[in-house]
T-cell receptor, first 113, second 115 residues
Framework: QKEVEQNSGPLSVPEGAIASLNCTYS??????FFWYRQYSGKSPELIMS????GDKEDGRFTAQLNKASQYVSLLIRDSQPSDSATYLC?????????????FGTGTQLKVEL | SQTIHQWPATLVQPVGSPLSLECTVE??????LYWYRQAAGRGLQLLFY??????ISSEVPQNLSASRPQDRQFILSSKKLLLSDSGFYLC??????????????FGPGTRLLVL
């Protein structure tokens, strides 16, 4: 089993819709969770971090964390064509020494006009 | 504010040639530094990380090495490149500190093609 799993997509949503991106992780002691956005040919850029169960909102983005079920999700409201990118989920685990981030392979999002 | 630089931006090298990629961070002291590789269509693979000058941890045994000669400088090297070394090399930094705040910020990357 992969440590961090994401559906590779592509996930296609119409402009203005809500895009829902999901991520599951295997290490039950994981403590810190991150979502990065990566445009084609560019480096990942941080969108959000979340550490506690529940929802965390930042503008059009909402991260949701459920440690009991070991999943973290990212909702993008009012999706725009500029949101088309690959979204990477990343997890830090205390068992990993706290310095190492494990990434999923990413979900490709396409927002269609 | 903090800034991370990488160079070169792109590199085409023959098999068997040496490699040196450089990463520098501005605006922070004593950062954790990381080297990742992203092969085409694949996820990010952690290669090395460093918590201080001269302190390097290797994640994957391979023909690459890393060095940290200065606090905010991280270098990735190879004596002889392989075809499989092609990829997108990313340097990242994070603040030294507690486990719960280890957000990593990435540089612009170096795209390496080994022919």
């Amino acid at each position: 089993q992969k440590e961090v799993e994401q559906n590779s997509g592509p996930l296609s949503v119409p402009e203005g819709a809500i895009a829902s991106l999901n991520c599951t992780y295997s290490d039950r002691v994981s403590q810190s969770f991150f979502w990065y956005r990566q445009y084609s040919g560019k480096s990942p850029e941080l969108i959000m971090s979340i550490y506690s169960n529940g929802d965390k909102e930042d503008g059009r983005f909402t991260a949701q964390l459920n440690k009991a079920s070991q999943y973290v999700s990212l909702l993008i409201r009012d999706s725009q064509p500029s949101d088309s990118a690959t979204y990477l989920c990343a997890v830090i685990s205390l068992t990993g020494g706290g310095n190492k981030l494990t990434f999923g392979t990413g979900t490709q999002l396409k927002v269609e006009l | 504010s903090q800034t991370i630089h990488q160079w070169p931006a792109t590199l085409v090298q023959p098999v068997g040639s040496p490699l040196s990629l450089e990463c520098t961070v501005e605006g922070t002291s004593n950062p954790n530094l990381y080297w990742y590789r992203q092969a085409a269509g694949r996820g990010l693979q952690l290669l090395f990380y460093s918590v201080g000058i001269g302190q390097i941890s290797s994640e994957v045994p391979q023909n690459l090495s890393a060095s940290r000669p200065q606090d905010r400088q991280f270098i990735l090297s190879s004596k002889k490149l392989l075809l499989s070394d092609s990829g997108f090399y990313l340097c990242a930094w994070s603040v030294q500190g507690g486990f719960f705040i280890e957000t990593q910020y990435f540089g612009p990357g170096t795209r390496l093609l080994v022919l």
